[in-house]
Protein backbone atom coordinates (compact mmCIF):
# COMPACT_ATOMS: atom_id res chain seq x y z
CA UNK A 1 0.00 0.00 0.00
CA UNK A 2 1.66 3.11 -0.98
CA UNK A 3 1.61 5.72 1.70
CA UNK A 4 -0.48 8.51 -0.49
CA UNK A 5 -3.31 6.08 -0.44
CA UNK A 6 -3.21 5.57 2.97
CA UNK A 7 -3.70 8.78 4.23
CA UNK A 8 -6.08 10.35 1.10
CA UNK A 9 -8.66 12.42 2.32
CA UNK A 10 -12.21 11.03 2.74
CA UNK A 11 -13.52 7.40 1.95
CA UNK A 12 -17.07 5.46 0.80
CA UNK A 13 -19.45 5.14 3.74
CA UNK A 14 -22.40 3.04 4.01
CA UNK A 15 -23.97 6.14 5.17
CA UNK A 16 -23.70 9.78 4.42
CA UNK A 17 -24.55 12.64 6.63
CA UNK A 18 -25.70 14.31 3.37
CA UNK A 19 -28.61 11.32 3.41
CA UNK A 20 -29.96 11.03 6.93
CA UNK A 21 -33.32 12.45 7.93
CA UNK A 22 -31.93 15.00 10.30
CA UNK A 23 -30.51 16.73 6.73
CA UNK A 24 -33.45 16.19 4.75
CA UNK A 25 -34.98 17.88 7.85
CA UNK A 26 -32.50 20.79 7.00
CA UNK A 27 -32.94 20.84 3.35
CA UNK A 28 -36.62 21.06 4.03
CA UNK A 29 -36.47 23.90 6.14
CA UNK A 30 -34.87 25.98 3.11
CA UNK A 31 -37.15 24.52 0.53
CA UNK A 32 -40.92 25.39 1.78
CA UNK A 33 -40.40 22.22 4.65
CA UNK A 34 -40.07 19.96 1.44
CA UNK A 35 -36.27 18.34 0.60
CA UNK A 36 -35.84 18.18 -3.42
CA UNK A 37 -33.15 15.82 -3.26
CA UNK A 38 -34.24 12.36 -4.72
CA UNK A 39 -33.72 8.84 -3.43
CA UNK A 40 -32.28 8.17 -6.47
CA UNK A 41 -31.99 8.32 -10.06
CA UNK A 42 -30.14 8.60 -12.94
CA UNK A 43 -26.58 11.04 -13.63
CA UNK A 44 -29.11 13.83 -15.77
CA UNK A 45 -31.58 13.80 -12.60
CA UNK A 46 -28.81 14.31 -10.45
CA UNK A 47 -27.29 17.11 -12.54
CA UNK A 48 -30.96 18.74 -12.79
CA UNK A 49 -31.18 18.42 -8.89
CA UNK A 50 -27.81 20.06 -8.12
CA UNK A 51 -28.18 22.60 -11.09
CA UNK A 52 -31.47 23.25 -9.43
CA UNK A 53 -30.51 23.29 -5.95
CA UNK A 54 -26.69 24.46 -6.16
CA UNK A 55 -27.28 26.33 -2.26
CA UNK A 56 -28.59 23.20 -0.98
CA UNK A 57 -25.93 21.39 -2.66
CA UNK A 58 -23.27 23.05 -0.50
CA UNK A 59 -25.08 21.55 2.71
CA UNK A 60 -24.56 18.34 1.95
CA UNK A 61 -20.94 19.18 0.65
CA UNK A 62 -20.52 20.67 4.39
CA UNK A 63 -22.03 18.02 6.02
CA UNK A 64 -20.05 15.16 4.42
CA UNK A 65 -16.92 17.33 4.35
CA UNK A 66 -17.33 17.52 8.16
CA UNK A 67 -17.90 13.59 8.12
CA UNK A 68 -14.64 12.74 6.60
CA UNK A 69 -12.32 15.33 9.53
CA UNK A 70 -14.24 13.62 11.89
CA UNK A 71 -13.84 10.05 10.67
CA UNK A 72 -10.06 10.31 9.12
CA UNK A 73 -8.26 8.52 12.10
CA UNK A 74 -10.58 6.06 11.42
CA UNK A 75 -10.41 5.91 7.91
CA UNK A 76 -6.75 5.76 8.12
CA UNK A 77 -7.12 2.44 10.63
CA UNK A 78 -9.74 0.94 8.21
CA UNK A 79 -7.36 1.16 5.17
CA UNK A 80 -4.78 -0.71 7.33
CA UNK A 81 -7.13 -3.29 8.00
CA UNK A 82 -8.37 -4.06 4.69
CA UNK A 83 -4.59 -4.40 3.41
CA UNK A 84 -4.00 -7.00 5.97
CA UNK A 85 -7.51 -8.44 5.02
CA UNK A 86 -6.65 -8.56 1.50
CA UNK A 87 -2.98 -9.60 1.37
CA UNK A 88 -3.64 -12.33 3.81
CA UNK A 89 -6.78 -13.69 4.28
CA UNK A 90 -9.38 -13.82 0.50
CA UNK A 91 -9.13 -11.53 -1.70
CA UNK A 92 -6.59 -13.35 -4.31
CA UNK A 93 -6.89 -16.58 -2.76
CA UNK A 94 -9.29 -19.17 -4.77
CA UNK A 95 -10.89 -21.93 -2.37
CA UNK A 96 -11.78 -25.05 -4.62
CA UNK A 97 -13.14 -28.32 -3.70
CA UNK A 98 -9.77 -30.58 -5.37
CA UNK A 99 -8.66 -32.83 -3.07
CA UNK A 100 -5.48 -31.09 -0.63
CA UNK A 101 -2.29 -32.80 -1.05
CA UNK A 102 -3.38 -34.47 -4.21
CA UNK A 103 -1.74 -33.07 -7.89
CA UNK A 104 -4.19 -31.81 -10.54
CA UNK A 105 -3.13 -30.74 -13.90
CA UNK A 106 -3.27 -26.97 -14.76
CA UNK A 107 -6.51 -27.15 -17.01
CA UNK A 108 -8.52 -28.97 -13.71
CA UNK A 109 -7.16 -26.43 -11.27
CA UNK A 110 -7.81 -23.48 -13.68
CA UNK A 111 -11.56 -24.88 -14.03
CA UNK A 112 -12.15 -25.14 -10.61
CA UNK A 113 -10.59 -22.15 -9.32
CA UNK A 114 -12.96 -20.04 -11.76
CA UNK A 115 -16.10 -21.76 -10.60
CA UNK A 116 -14.49 -21.44 -6.41
CA UNK A 117 -14.65 -17.39 -7.55
CA UNK A 118 -18.42 -17.35 -8.29
CA UNK A 119 -19.35 -19.42 -5.10
CA UNK A 120 -17.61 -17.25 -3.17
CA UNK A 121 -18.93 -15.03 -4.71
CA UNK A 122 -22.83 -15.87 -4.41
CA UNK A 123 -22.62 -16.98 -1.05
CA UNK A 124 -19.99 -14.66 0.17
CA UNK A 125 -20.86 -10.77 -1.43
CA UNK A 126 -24.36 -11.67 -2.73
CA UNK A 127 -25.46 -13.11 0.61
CA UNK A 128 -23.95 -10.05 2.75
CA UNK A 129 -25.83 -7.53 0.75
CA UNK A 130 -28.96 -9.44 0.85
CA UNK A 131 -28.33 -9.59 5.04
CA UNK A 132 -27.73 -5.23 4.40
CA UNK A 133 -30.48 -4.70 1.72
CA UNK A 134 -32.86 -7.04 3.87
CA UNK A 135 -32.18 -7.43 7.27
CA UNK A 136 -35.65 -8.03 8.37
CA UNK A 137 -35.85 -11.33 6.21
CA UNK A 138 -32.89 -12.77 7.73
CA UNK A 139 -32.73 -15.12 10.75
CA UNK A 140 -30.28 -12.60 12.96
CA UNK A 141 -30.41 -9.07 11.47
CA UNK A 142 -28.81 -7.69 14.53
CA UNK A 143 -26.11 -9.82 14.50
CA UNK A 144 -25.12 -10.20 10.64
CA UNK A 145 -25.67 -5.70 10.71
CA UNK A 146 -23.07 -4.97 13.12
CA UNK A 147 -20.67 -7.21 12.53
CA UNK A 148 -17.47 -7.69 10.80
CA UNK A 149 -17.73 -11.85 10.13
CA UNK A 150 -17.65 -13.05 7.24
CA UNK A 151 -20.57 -14.64 5.70
CA UNK A 152 -21.15 -17.58 3.53
CA UNK A 153 -24.54 -18.17 2.48
CA UNK A 154 -25.89 -19.79 -0.70
CA UNK A 155 -29.23 -19.12 0.17
CA UNK A 156 -28.81 -15.16 0.77
CA UNK A 157 -26.53 -15.05 -2.15
CA UNK A 158 -29.38 -16.55 -4.49
CA UNK A 159 -32.65 -14.65 -2.71
CA UNK A 160 -30.32 -11.42 -3.55
CA UNK A 161 -29.79 -12.16 -7.06
CA UNK A 162 -33.50 -12.92 -7.38
CA UNK A 163 -34.25 -9.33 -6.44
CA UNK A 164 -33.03 -8.34 -9.96
CA UNK A 165 -34.78 -8.79 -13.19
CA UNK A 166 -31.73 -8.49 -15.44
CA UNK A 167 -30.96 -11.70 -17.37
CA UNK A 168 -27.01 -11.87 -16.36
CA UNK A 169 -28.22 -12.46 -12.63
CA UNK A 170 -30.38 -15.05 -13.51
CA UNK A 171 -27.43 -16.29 -15.82
CA UNK A 172 -25.18 -16.49 -12.24
CA UNK A 173 -27.95 -18.48 -10.65
CA UNK A 174 -28.27 -20.96 -12.95
CA UNK A 175 -24.50 -21.48 -13.43
CA UNK A 176 -24.11 -21.43 -9.39
CA UNK A 177 -26.72 -24.00 -9.65
CA UNK A 178 -25.20 -26.51 -11.80
CA UNK A 179 -21.83 -26.08 -10.19
CA UNK A 180 -23.52 -27.07 -6.78
CA UNK A 181 -25.38 -29.98 -8.55
CA UNK A 182 -22.29 -30.99 -10.11
CA UNK A 183 -20.83 -32.11 -7.00
CA UNK A 184 -23.12 -35.31 -7.02
CA UNK A 185 -22.24 -36.43 -10.03
CA UNK A 186 -21.85 -40.02 -10.08
CA UNK A 187 -18.56 -41.04 -11.66
CA UNK A 188 -18.53 -42.85 -15.75
CA UNK A 189 -16.67 -45.87 -13.69
CA UNK A 190 -19.12 -46.05 -10.56
CA UNK A 191 -22.11 -46.14 -13.21
CA UNK A 192 -20.83 -49.00 -15.02
CA UNK A 193 -18.01 -50.21 -12.73
CA UNK A 194 -20.23 -53.40 -11.73
CA UNK A 195 -20.84 -54.36 -15.38
CA UNK A 196 -16.98 -54.36 -15.52
CA UNK A 197 -16.12 -56.04 -12.83
CA UNK A 198 -18.33 -59.10 -14.00
CA UNK A 199 -16.76 -59.53 -17.03
CA UNK A 200 -13.04 -58.90 -15.46
CA UNK A 201 -9.57 -58.66 -17.65
CA UNK A 202 -10.67 -58.52 -21.40
CA UNK A 203 -7.01 -60.49 -21.91
CA UNK A 204 -8.22 -63.29 -20.04
CA UNK A 205 -10.68 -63.66 -21.74
CA UNK A 206 -11.43 -66.35 -25.17
CA UNK A 207 -15.06 -65.63 -26.01
CA UNK A 208 -15.62 -63.20 -28.61
CA UNK A 209 -19.20 -62.17 -26.98
CA UNK A 210 -17.22 -60.99 -23.57
CA UNK A 211 -14.72 -59.48 -25.75
CA UNK A 212 -17.61 -57.35 -27.54
CA UNK A 213 -19.85 -56.79 -24.13
CA UNK A 214 -16.65 -55.23 -22.54
CA UNK A 215 -15.52 -53.02 -25.96
CA UNK A 216 -19.49 -51.79 -25.47
CA UNK A 217 -19.00 -50.59 -22.15
CA UNK A 218 -16.23 -48.82 -22.35
CA UNK A 219 -17.66 -47.17 -24.88
CA UNK A 220 -20.35 -46.16 -23.15
CA UNK A 221 -18.37 -44.45 -20.19
CA UNK A 222 -15.99 -42.97 -22.89
CA UNK A 223 -19.22 -41.34 -24.37
CA UNK A 224 -20.29 -40.59 -20.91
CA UNK A 225 -16.88 -38.63 -20.03
CA UNK A 226 -17.03 -36.91 -23.23
CA UNK A 227 -20.50 -35.63 -22.47
CA UNK A 228 -19.00 -34.36 -19.04
CA UNK A 229 -16.42 -32.63 -20.81
CA UNK A 230 -18.30 -30.69 -23.17
CA UNK A 231 -20.75 -29.53 -20.44
CA UNK A 232 -17.70 -28.36 -18.56
CA UNK A 233 -16.20 -26.64 -21.17
CA UNK A 234 -19.47 -25.19 -21.97
CA UNK A 235 -20.48 -24.04 -18.45
CA UNK A 236 -16.99 -22.60 -18.35
CA UNK A 237 -16.88 -20.19 -21.25
CA UNK A 238 -20.78 -19.25 -19.89
CA UNK A 239 -19.13 -17.67 -17.10
CA UNK A 240 -16.22 -15.75 -18.68
CA UNK A 241 -18.69 -14.33 -20.30
CA UNK A 242 -20.08 -12.57 -17.55
CA UNK A 243 -17.15 -12.58 -15.42
CA UNK A 244 -17.52 -8.58 -15.85
CA UNK A 245 -20.86 -8.41 -13.79
CA UNK A 246 -19.24 -10.69 -10.95
CA UNK A 247 -18.80 -7.56 -8.65
CA UNK A 248 -20.90 -6.00 -5.92
Same mark, same amino acid.
Given at each position: ???????????QRFVYWS?????????????????????????????????????????????????????????????????????????????????????????TRLFYCV?????????????RLYIICF?????????????? +????????? !??? &? =????? $?? %?? *????????????????????????????????????????? +????????? !??? &? =????? $?? %?? *???????????????
Amino acid at each position: MKLKELFRFGDQRFVYWSCTKFTRKIRALFNNKVDPKPSFGTSEQWDDYKKAYSKLERIDDMLDFIQNVIYYPLDILNRIRIYFDNRWYQTHTAKTTLEKGKWYDTDTRLFYCVFGLLEQFVEGECARLYIICFPDKVKKPAFFKYTK +KRVSNGEYG !IKY &L =EESSD $DR %DK *EIIFLYKWWKARETRLDPYEIYGKELDALGSPFRKQMKEER +KSWVEIHNK !ISS &L =EKQYA $DQ %DE *EMLNRVITIRKWLWT
